[in-house]
Structure formats: C-alpha cells, structure tokens
C-alpha cells in the first residue's frame, strides 16, 4: 500500500513563508511523478507542482511559479513545497500525490495521480 503523509501547514502572515512535506511509502520503484495540488473552499482542485522523482524534472503553475518551488529528498523519500511570498489567497488545503510514470511523464491533472495525502491546511492572513 502506497501511503502519503503532508506535514508543515499551518498560519502564516503574507508575505511569509512555509515549507510543507509529504513523506512517501511504499513506493516500489523510481519511476513515478509527484505532485502538489491545492483546494479553497468552493473550489476546484488546483495544480500547483509536481516533480519526476527519478529525474527531477518540475513544473509550476503559473500562479505560484517564481514563488513556490517543488523539490525531493530521496533519501527520506520525500517531497517538499517551499512556499515563498506567501499570499491569503494561496489559503487551501495542500495535498500530495503520487503516480507510477514508467515513461517518466510529470502530469498536472489530479485526474492522472492515484495515490493521495489527506492534505494538511495552508492559512494565510492578511
């Protein structure tokens, strides 16, 4: 059973910065995609990054790209959302997800992840 678990959210000022993790298990091989997805209430679930795990290739939103930075740490096998510039309308429920990529693809729609973190809150106040 593959299992995701977010940790670092909490309530920051804007302008700030947080840092989330998601620490992965189970995982049987390299080749997969992990992503950062966000939900406000109301809304729909956003892509904000998501990053090859065996090349390390990422990709941004535009929305948060220049602010947000998506990195992994292989060897704890886990994923990182360093969150800069922080603004209240960046307030969600952040989530990660991951996706066996055996051709090495870094999806962007929610749709294409299979397995996911129960989320962990990003407040931001004004």
């Known amino acids: 059973q593959v299992q995701l678990v977010e940790s670092g959210g909490g309530l920051v000022q804007a302008g700030g910065s947080l840092r989330l993790s998601c620490a992965a298990s189970?995982?049987?091989?390299?080749?997969?995609?992990m992503g950062w997805f966000r939900q406000a209430p109301g809304k729909e679930r956003e892509f904000v990054a998501a990053?090859?795990?065996?090349?390390?290739?990422?990709h941004h939103a535009d929305s948060v790209a220049g602010r947000f930075s998506i990195s992994r740490d292989n060897a704890k096998s886990t994923v990182h959302l360093e969150m800069n510039s922080l603004k209240p309308e960046d307030t969600a429920v952040y989530y990660c997800a991951a996706d066996y990529r055996p051709l090495g693809g870094v999806p962007r729609n929610p749709g294409d992840y299979d397995y996911w973190g129960q989320g962990t809150q990003v407040t931001v106040s004004s």
């Open positions: 189970g995982l049987t091989t390299t080749s997969f995609a």
């Open positions: 990053i090859g795990w065996s090349t390390g290739s990422t």
